[in-house]
């Protein structure tokens, strides 16, 4: 299971969009999740997937080969 790469996390905590990315779908999926989101329901894929962009770091999922 991989992530985003760390610059996507920065962008998204910059802008005040509280994207949530799902572990399953690998992308930006989820709108309006709270920065700390764990395991939101993905509006793509209906999996409980989705986590909030300080949490990605937070668990270690990031792709810092940047």
Do not use: F
């Amino acid at each position: 299971m991989s992530g985003p790469k760390l610059s996507e996390i920065e962008e998204v905590m910059s802008s005040d969009t509280y994207e949530g990315w799902c572990t399953y779908c690998q992308e930006w999926t989820h709108d309006c999740c709270e920065p700390d989101a764990r395991q939101y329901t993905c509006p793509e894929c209906g999996n409980d997937t989705c986590y909030g962009a300080e949490e990605l770091l937070i668990i270690g999922l990031v792709d810092t080969n940047d």
